[in-house]
């Protein structure tokens, strides 16, 4: 196993989508490439808004972290274990249930592992309760989201989204996803784990893996033979 390797670039990536959503940055290099000029009545701030973190393992907690540097009117956590890394500084989040976080964040960023407990969590009815200003953002996999109802939610203009995971992948081009209006979706072909300096930490790690194998010294081991 090659653990944390990528909890800064995937943190980031968080963070680019949820400024690509509020400032129609994709919306903008569109309208120019047509040679238009205004685009829109205007973005909206990240400052003072509500985010909510969902899953506060690693990455969720480097989220979490980037995200109060913008000045955030609440933090708000969730995660099955309560952590106290999230509610002590610099982050000095709040853990609320799950179902609040639909209900009163402006920003949703979805950062659970994809198990068997996982699997289509973020369901329809907990997306229903976004409201229409919300940003709802995926790093994790895609298998965590009810995709289907997803694409039908974000193609009635239920709320919008930034999403670097899919289900399947590579995405099929006559998926529902791929059908949503440009305005509402930002779509990143998994690569928020992709950085030089990530892919970096990742070959040395992998290569200490095998030298202490090797050695007799395995570390990072997921199971015993």
Do not use: C
């Given at each position: 196993n090659v653990p944390a390797y990528s909890t800064?670039?995937?943190?980031?990536?968080?963070?680019?989508?949820?400024?690509?959503v509020l400032r129609e940055i994709p919306g903008g290099e569109?309208?120019?490439?047509?040679?238009?000029?205004?685009?829109?009545?205007?973005?909206?701030?990240?400052?003072?808004?509500?985010?909510?973190?969902?899953?506060?393992g690693d990455i969720g907690l480097a989220t979490a972290?980037?995200?109060?540097?913008?000045?955030?009117?609440?933090?708000?956590?969730?995660?099955?274990?309560?952590?106290?890394a999230f509610t002590a500084a610099p982050i000095n989040g709040k853990h609320v249930p799950l179902e609040e976080i639909f209900?009163?964040?402006?920003?949703?960023?979805?950062?659970?592992?994809?198990?068997?407990?996982?699997?289509?969590?973020?369901s329809r009815s907990?997306?229903?309760?976004?409201?229409p200003e919300a940003v709802l953002i995926n790093v994790a996999r895609g298998g965590v989201i009810d995709q289907a109802a997803m694409a039908e939610l974000l193609s009635a203009r239920r709320f919008?989204?930034?999403?670097?995971?899919?289900?399947?992948?590579?995405?099929?081009?006559?998926?529902?996803?791929?059908?949503?209006?440009?305005?509402?979706?930002?779509?990143?072909?998994?690569?928020?784990?992709?950085t030089c300096e990530a892919l970096q930490r990742r070959m040395v790690i992998t290569a200490d893996n095998l030298?202490?194998?090797?050695?007799?010294?395995?570390?990072?081991v997921v199971l015993d033979a």
């Open positions: 800064d670039s995937v943190a980031e990536l968080s963070i680019g989508l949820t400024l690509a569109r309208t120019m490439r047509k040679g238009g000029w205004a685009h829109s009545a205007g973005g909206i701030e990240l400052r003072n808004k509500v985010v909510g973190i969902v899953g506060l972290q980037l995200f109060r540097a913008f000045g955030p009117r609440e933090l708000l956590g969730w995660s099955r274990t309560e952590k106290d209900e009163r964040a402006d920003i949703v960023s979805i950062h659970v592992a994809l198990n068997a407990a996982t699997l289509g969590f973020v907990l997306m229903e309760k976004l409201r919008r989204a930034g999403l670097d995971v899919f289900e399947p992948e590579p995405v099929p081009s006559d998926d529902p996803i791929m059908g949503v209006p440009a305005d509402q979706v930002v779509l990143t072909p998994h690569v928020a784990y992709k030298r202490l194998y090797a050695d007799g010294k395995p570390r990072n």
